[in-house]
């Protein structure tokens, strides 16, 4: 606007109310490989793997689709991203009182809580893939738990892949439905009709107490039972 010469606004009588309406936008955030994981963790966590796309993660960051690709090459490197950012920081073991067997429980009680806050996770953690330092670093953890046992390598690498694999066999979303004989899925009433040729199952059922953690306490206490029997047969290097 050009001054007039007493110093006066000119003929723009306009121009004050324009002025709001070019106050700038909010800039959008960067899209950055972390706000992308993000977005995926979110659609998993709500709806499961099976609402993961490229082009739902773009829709949910008001992004097109090729944008994603400048940052995530494809739907598998996506996943993997989306797992190390869920997984988390690994446990610092070393700070917990007591044994190996302490240590253990501790990881294994972490690594179960992870995945419930996250569902998908046993199901985006399994085949041929890429693993980043998170991931590799819980593994590192529980293994570094049984430093000092007495257990060689393979051993201590063993038991850890023990504990995995209990973690996914209990976990809700992997047993869902693997249990037909259970009051929940309106068998157990067929069943026990026919004890003659489920006689066991009905013996068992009969006294059985409900479990709400499909085994999981009970089978990591078996599985640190039998680790505990090994190593009392080494000599201890602690």
């Not at 309406?21 to 959008?28: E, G, S």
């Not at 489920?198 to 599985?223: Q, Y």
């Amino acid at each position: 606007m050009a001054d007039t010469d007493d110093g006066s606004a000119g003929e723009r009588p306009d121009l004050l109310w324009e002025l709001e309406d070019r106050q700038a936008k909010p800039v959008r955030p960067a899209l950055t490989v972390a706000r992308i994981a993000d977005a995926a963790i979110e659609l998993a966590d709500a709806d499961g793997m099976a609402a993961v796309s490229m082009q739902q993660v773009a829709g949910r960051l008001d992004v097109t689709k090729m944008a994603l690709y400048r940052h995530v090459a494809n739907k598998a490197e996506l996943v993997a991203v989306m797992t190390e950012s869920a997984i988390g920081a690994p446990p610092d073991l070393r700070k917990v009182p007591g044994s190996w067997r302490s240590r253990l429980q501790e990881w294994a009680r972490q690594m179960r809580e992870t995945w419930q806050r996250h569902p998908w996770l046993p199901e985006a953690t399994v085949g041929q893939r890429p693993t980043g330092p998170r991931e590799i670093g819980w593994t590192e953890s529980a293994v570094a738990a049984l430093d000092g046992t007495g257990l060689h390598g393979s051993e201590r690498m063993d038991a850890v892949f023990l504990l995995s694999g209990h973690l996914r066999n209990t976990h809700s979303v992997a047993m869902a439905g693997t249990q037909p004989w259970t009051a929940e899925r309106g068998l157990k009433p067929l069943v026990e009709a026919h004890a003659d040729r489920f006689p066991a199952l009905v013996a068992a059922g009969s006294t059985a107490k409900p479990s709400e953690d499909n085994g999981w306490e009970f089978g990591l206490h078996r599985i640190l039972d039998g680790l505990a029997l090994l190593i009392e047969r080494r000599p201890s290097r602690e």
